[in-house]
């Protein structure tokens, strides 16, 4: 908890104290690296993310993300994840300030179990391929300030996942920003970094 209020409470003050930088408009083409955390069952999950992301054309983009994250129960069992998504966007209703979004994802999730606080005696692994859809919004609230909201739902096989999220990216330059976000719904949490969009 100590280690969330600080980096919530950084990024406030990155965002107050940072200079003037043009973005013109939503960004849909960059690379970004996260910190994340999520909280599930009274248990916390920590490791980091990486996405790249492309427009293709005027009404379209592919993005792909991988994520690492660990944690445990009770210094007894511990789990470690691999992440992985695919996704196809159609942007519509855009102007200068604000797009909107919506398609389908591909989920790929592998899980390593193990015995003590580090996983060292191997329990087995899981994984699979789920499919779903997301959809949201970016508005350009100043020309150094974007924010986003999105919904994610994922058909597994024993479950289904629905997320929501609400972030904002803080331009330091043109082209450089600091990231936040905070999630919710199934899985709740929170991640911060930076992006770059080209």
């Known amino acids: 908890m100590k280690m969330k209020t600080l ?5 406030i003050g990155l965002t ?4 003037a930088a043009m973005a013109n408009e939503p960004s849909f083409s960059y690379v970004s690296a996260s910190y994340v955390e999520l909280d599930e069952a009274d248990t916390t999950f920590d490791g980091f993310q990486a996405e790249l992301s492309g427009r293709v054309g005027q009404h379209l983009f592919i993005s792909g993300s ?3 994250l660990s944690g445990g129960w009770a210094d007894v069992s511990n789990v470690d994840f691999d992440i992985a998504y695919g996704r196809l966007g159609i942007i519509f209703g855009e102007t200068d300030q604000v797009a909107f979004y919506a398609g ?4 790929y999730i592998n899980a390593d179990f193990g015995l003590g606080s580090d996983g060292d005696f191997d329990l087995g692994s899981e994984s699979s391929t789920d499919y779903g859809a997301f959809g949201g919004a970016r508005l350009m609230l100043t020309s150094r300030v974007e924010l986003n909201g999105e919904i994610s739902y994922v058909d597994m096989d024993n479950d289904d996942y629905t ?8 331009y330091l330059t043109p082209y450089l920003a600091a ?3 905070m999630n919710f719904g199934d899985l709740d949490g929170f991640s911060v970094g930076v992006h770059y969009r080209f």
């Open 7 to 11: 980096l919530l409470t950084s990024a």
């Open 16 to 19: 107050l104290s940072a200079p």
């Open 66 to 68: 991988y994520a690492q």
């Open 104 to 107: 389908p994802q591909v989920q």
């Open 163 to 170: 997320s929501y999220s609400a972030g904002a990216r803080v």
């Open 179 to 181: 990231t936040g976000q």
